[in-house]
């Protein structure tokens, strides 16, 4: 079926449609993804890795779930993949995908992403970044990689970082690989905000040793800790800068109230925290609909923190965005890739695939695109469109 005047409805609430005339870009990402290793041996090599990895990109913008699905888009748009890729041999088929995404290093797969990405769409700027883990439930197998630990912005929802957890650790450690996977450039200054799983002092040193800060969240697996911050903030009798918003709708009425304490005498108590420059309470309270039965909501949590001069009104902005990770990026390739229903399971692949999500999300995002499941359907049921927008977006 195709539509025409497509248009699609920004974050402003506006609406836009593709130019019909439009610059094209030099720095395409199809032009910077021969850069990504490729653990394929060159003998007999039929199908380059840039034309798979674009392959799957433009099967994922039009919200195909699988690699069949995205092998019967391309072969249905055969004639514009014989326009911008030289393929010789056709379309590859889903297990030469399989195999490719297998061998292809996940490294330089990130770095040529961000490159461009900042080539096209500016520098990350971002100040706020959140990191959290996600298991794929349909990978399974003895000593595959199905935990995949990513780091997102908080404004701009960039993945800038990601890393696959071995069954045999947890995220802690992984986290520490994270870091030093990520440019310096990007992580300078940064407060990187992790759940309570991370209220570790080692973590803390890792995140400072990355030029970063930390905001951690304090909850009962440190339990000395969460009763020393909240033994103070029930003693001290100090005037305490606090912060409040409300969260309406969906069935939830709820006050969350942040307060800080910058005190000399608590944050020497913890000097064993690397560069600590605060620490501080998150109460939640109200109620929340769930099967249609009404929840009370009465939860305080703490966290400690060494971004400095931070006040309670900036902390509850970002202890609120910390959810952006799970609703804007985990959450939607559940509802919208169906990554619970992954399968692939060798090498690299789960990592690969993943990514190649968060890429698509965050193409979106990056446009100012409103409603992420309604410009995929766009993209889907008009490939003039969909092709336009391949050029328009830079990406070939």
Known sequence: MQYTNVTFRLTDGSLFS????????????????????????RQGLRHPLENILIIILYGMLAGCTNLVEIVELAH???????????????????????????????????QVYLSWREIIYGVISDKVASFDGKTMNGVHGEGVIKHILSLL?????????????DQKENEIPAAKRLFQQIPSSLLMGITLIGDALHAQIDTAVAIRTAQAHYLLIVKGNQEELMKAIAE?????????????????????QIKTTVTVSHANDMVAYLSD???ISMVGRIHRGGTRRYRQKIHIVDETVYFVASTPNLT???????????????????????????EDQQTLRLGTAPQVIT???????????????????????L?????????DFMQWAAIV
């Not at 902390?315 to 939607?332: D, F, Q, S």
């Not at 993209?379 to 092709?387: A, D, E, M, V």
């Open 18 to 41: 593709l130019p019909r005339r439009f610059k094209r870009h030099k720095a395409t990402l199809l032009g910077k993804l021969h850069q990504v290793v490729d653990g394929r041996s």
């Open 76 to 110: 249905a748009d055969n004639v514009f993949f014989k326009r911008i890729l030289k393929m010789p041999h056709g379309i590859p088929h889903p297990t030469t995908i399989s195999y490719a995404l297998q061998l292809c290093d996940m490294g330089t797969l990130i």
């Open 153 to 165: 912005t908080h404004d701009n929802l960039t993945t800038i970082g990601q890393i696959g957890v």
């Open 232 to 252: 103070y903030f029930s003693r001290s009798e100090e005037s305490y800068d606090t912060a409040s918003d409300f969260q309406y709708g969906h069935g939830r």
């Open 273 to 275: 925290w690397k560069d």
């Open 312 to 338: 309670a009104q900036t902390a509850l902005k970002m202890v609120r965005g910390h959810w952006k990770i799970e609703n804007n990026l985990h959450r939607t390739k559940d509802m919208l890739y169906l």
């Open 355 to 377: 990514f190649l999500r968060s890429m698509a999300i965050n193409l979106f995002t990056l446009l100012k695109f409103a409603h992420i499941s309604q410009s995929v359907r």
């Open 379 to 387: 993209l889907k049921y008009n490939r003039k469109t969909h092709h």
